[in-house]
């Protein structure tokens, strides 16, 4: 189930809150901490078909209450009174607080600093402070973050537990509560209501994660990362399962220690990791088994997880070749062959199509901010290295960018827009399917553009024909990129 807040400062326009919520959410929550006047609950709370939380919370819990302890208390039992489904109480107001009615107790735990460790005893305390339902609430701006909560959801008790993270990461923690029996799962109403910065809105869980469908026999692959790219290849993928009829689902991670990462996949069977640029290098010692192609370019995108451990896979640098390629008429064997080819940037990405150029005997030339990582990377592929400052002197035919941190100006450490000629043909891998400011200033001075959405969609299904061993239906791609 999906619980929205509702956080009204006026009475008056109160209950169009909880009227808009109840249309999207399965429990509605009303925090009684941001009114300014003091509210009648039971008016407030009449008349709804959802089942309303009541809760107050202090600042130290993030809430918004200016009134005294005694004041907020006061509140609690007069909320309590007007026969709520729930109400919220935090551990330490709990005790002096009575079990009242039918409104079932809702114990909380809140630390706004880092992740709580020692979950036995505040679960304990909570229960015997009379709880129905025990919630935690911490920071989690990683997976690491957000490890103990879904250990603690999962974990069977004799009571429910609910959390909520306070961070990007809170969205991974919601989907695999969803598939691990949380009573329910936190969202926004909509964008500008969050009730903490990057908090997912009820259409994101529905339309991007399609959260009520994830059960408890719902696998998952993981995405690396939270950007645009990223939500468009769930989407995509989310709707190609669908369609061919598998209980798959994609789960958004923010990565944090490596080396815990996969203790922590194994825990929950996630089968495969979709990688984006500044993580392909960085997960490279997940990989057990690597193609010996794959492994010289020192950077992978996708890894699947087999009997026999982690297989990593670098799907991007061919699907760019295969788009740079086949953007060359004539039936050349090697159609880069006597092209030189600029690969413009640092990172996983350049190195990969740096090697990949290589292999098909282009005259690759590497140049990038970074001239010693671009040197490093001209002597592992016996190439040329463009120093930075010599950008705009060097004679190509083909630019390849390669880096999405690169920068499109006029300033100093930017690529300045100049660079490009009519003649030139311009190849974008640097986050398909987006389309960085240089390929866009690209396509306006005339130059041959090779679209990175067509890398994108041989990647991707590529990937996704790894994963399941079917190609990936075209009506996936139109749903998916429709959604931007």
């Given at each position: 189930m999906i619980c929205i807040t509702v956080a009204p400062t006026s009475r008056?326009?109160?209950?169009?809150?909880i009227l808009n919520a109840c249309r999207y959410a399965?429990?509605?929550?009303?925090a009684l901490d941001h009114l300014i006047k003091e509210p009648d609950v039971k008016d407030l709370i009449e008349g709804f078909d959802k089942p309303i939380i009541v809760s107050c919370r202090r600042k130290q819990d993030g809430g918004k209450f200016e009134g005294s302890e005694q004041e907020r208390m006061t509140l609690l039992r007069q909320a309590i009174a007007a026969g709520p489904a729930y109400i919220e109480l935090d551990l330490d107001t709990a005790p002096k607080i009575p079990r009242f009615g039918k409104t079932q107790r809702v114990i909380s735990f809140t630390r706004m600093d880092h992740p709580e460790t020692d979950?036995?005893?505040?679960?304990d305390e909570a229960a015997n402070a009379n709880a129905d339902i025990v919630k935690f609430t911490w920071p989690t701006p990683t997976l690491d973050d957000a490890w103990p909560l879904l250990v603690a959801v999962s974990t069977k008790r004799r009571l429910p537990i609910v959390g909520m993270g306070l961070g990007r990461a809170d969205l991974t923690f919601s989907l695999l509560g969803q598939k691990y029996g949380s009573p329910w799962i936190y969202a926004a109403l909509e964008q500008g209501l969050e009730a903490f910065p990057g908090q997912a809105t009820v259409f994101e869980l529905d339309e991007t994660y399609a959260c009520r469908e994830i059960d408890k026999s719902t696998v998952f692959i993981a995405i690396a990362g939270f950007g645009e790219a990223q939500s468009i290849t769930t989407r995509v993928l989310n709707a190609a399962f669908k369609q061919i009829g598998v209980n798959v689902r994609c789960l958004p991670i923010e990565l944090g220690d490596v080396k815990m990462l996969k203790k922590m996949l194994d825990a929950l069977k996630i089968k495969a990791i979709l990688v984006s640029e500044g993580n392909g290098q960085r997960l490279l010692p997940l990989a057990e088994h690597i193609d010996k192609h794959d492994a010289q370019s020192e950077y992978i995108d996708l890894l699947l997880r087999r009997d026999d451990g982690w297989h990593g896979y670098n799907t991007l640098w061919r699907s760019g070749l295969r788009a740079l390629e086949s953007s060359f008429s004539g039936?050349?064997?090697?159609?880069?062959?006597?092209?030189n080819v600029l690969i413009l940037g640092n990172g996983g990405m350049a190195q990969s199509m740096v090697y990949g150029v290589s292999q098909r005997k282009g005259m690759v030339s590497i140049c990038g901010p970074k001239d010693k990582e671009s040197q490093k990377i001209a002597e592992a592929n016996q190439c040329r290295m463009v120093p930075y400052a010599s950008l705009y002197d060097t004679?190509?035919?083909?630019?390849?960018?390669?880096d999405r941190n690169l920068e499109c100006g006029q300033h100093a450490g930017n690529v300045n827009p100049s660079l490009f000629r009519s003649s030139h043909a311009v190849l974008d891998v640097s986050d398909p399917p987006r389309e960085h400011p240089l390929f866009v200033e690209a396509r306006e001075r005339g130059c041959r553009i090779i679209d990175p959405q067509s890398v994108y969609v041989d990647q991707l299904n590529a990937q996704f024909k790894a994963i399941t061993g079917k190609d990936l239906p075209m009506e996936a791609f139109a749903k998916g990129l429709a959604a931007e």
């Open positions: 008056t326009l109160a209950k169009v809150d399965d429990v509605v929550e009303l979950i036995d005893s505040i679960f039936d050349a064997k090697r159609p880069l062959e006597r092209h004679l190509t035919d083909v630019i390849v960018i390669a």
